[in-house]
């Protein structure tokens, strides 16, 4: 299977302790973004990467978040000191940015992975 | 900033049926327009997509035309088979180099035979 994996699918931890989370995207794909999706709702944006560079942060994340992408291939998503409000489901995904694409606006798609499910209690 | 819409769910059908999944969307700009699908205990999929208006995306017999004069992508599937039945998510993202998509909060499509 060479599609976007995420390890683990599921998580139950107890509130205040730390986790970690994996995503190893698509081999050629330059492009690794993290996503939210709480119950009923769409999945909400909270950053990505472009090879090993940070390139935004959406303000959802806050100080107890952390993700890197230190070789520009697998990234991590830790979240400290874990609240009850964290239990969502946690998506990765990847895409290639062509850089002639780019002067035409024009965006490559994402393809997403099946996402780790987080249950604080 | 920039949102979408969806119509509120569950939809329920009957197989054959005809769909209409309702989406609109406020952006600056021209985004681009898309429809993911997400099947039972599978991740999001990317079902068919448009980036400019009038331009009319299509995928396993789903359409959607990007309407800039209404800001809408509606989907449509003219026959719904029980295998369609699946949260569908309208998304959008903009014209920026972020290719960051932002989501409306998905419907659910409950196809019975």
């Known amino acids: 299977d060479t599609g976007v994996s995420q390890d683990p699918r599921h998580k139950i931890t107890k509130r205040g302790q730390n986790v970690t989370f994996r995503c190893d995207p698509i081999?050629?794909?330059?492009?690794l973004y993290w996503y939210r999706q709480t119950l009923g709702q769409g999945p909400e944006f909270l950053t990505y990467?472009?090879?090993?560079?940070?390139?935004?942060k959406s303000r959802l994340l806050s100080d107890r978040f952390s993700a890197e992408r230190p070789k520009g291939s697998f990234s991590t998503l830790e979240i400290q000191r874990t609240e009850q409000g964290d239990s969502a489901m946690y998506l990765c995904?990847?895409?290639?940015?062509?850089?002639?694409?780019?002067?035409?606006?024009?965006?490559?798609?994402?393809?997403f992975g099946q996402g780790t499910r987080l249950t604080v209690v | 900033g920039d949102s979408v819409t969806q119509m509120e769910g569950p939809v329920t059908l009957s197989e054959e049926a005809f769909l209409t999944i309702n989406c609109t969307y406020t952006?600056?700009?021209?985004?681009?327009l898309f429809w993911y699908v997400q099947y039972p205990g599978e991740g999001l999929q990317l079902l068919l997509k448009a980036t400019k208006a009038d331009d009319k995306g299509s995928n396993k017999g789903f359409e959607a035309t990007y309407r800039k004069e209404t800001t809408s992508f509606h989907l449509e599937k003219g026959s719904v088979q029980v295998s369609d039945s699946a949260v569908y998510f309208c998304a959008l993202s903009d014209r920026g180099n972020t290719g960051k998509l932002i989501f409306g909060q998905g419907t659910t499509l409950q196809v019975k035979p």
């Open positions: 952006a600056t700009g021209y985004p681009s």
């Open positions: 081999s050629e794909h330059n492009r």
């Open positions: 995904a990847s895409s290639l940015r062509l850089p002639y694409l780019i002067d035409q606006g024009l965006n490559t798609e994402a393809f």
């Open positions: 990467f472009q090879n090993e560079a940070q390139l935004e």
